[in-house]
């Protein structure tokens, strides 16, 4: 119920004036200032996953020579390990999905 002095208990009835001044302009401001530190933290999680992806790529060609295959292949699975670990956190943060 609209007053001339809207109060925000958290359990009152607001009209849409009130909601918007109560709940979605704190949300927003909220948002907006995780945004940067959200970006951040996904331009590195892709990085991490590509410079990883991209090293796995050079283990495989450097163990195409028969007598250095079992040092190069040796380090795939964990690096391949590494790179599922940094997908899996990313979609249990939900960083894309918070970020949009």
Do not use: H
């Not at 992806?53 to 163990?63: G, H, K």
């Not at 590494?82 to 979609?91: L, N």
Request: aromatic residues 8%.
């Amino acid at each position: 119920i609209a007053t001339d002095n809207p109060v925000n208990d958290g359990l009152s009835i607001l009209n849409s004036d009130d909601y918007i001044l109560f709940r979605l302009n704190p949300t927003l401001r909220d948002l907006k200032k995780r945004a940067p530190q959200l970006d951040r933290r996904i331009m590195f999680c892709r990085s991490a996953i590509f410079l990883a992806t991209s090293a796995n790529a050079v283990l495989a060609l450097l163990s195409q020579d028969e007598e250095k295959a079992s040092q190069g292949t040796r380090w795939m699975p964990v690096i391949i390990a590494f790179t599922s670990a940094i997908g899996s956190y990313m979609d249990y943060e939900m960083f894309t999905t918070k970020l949009t």
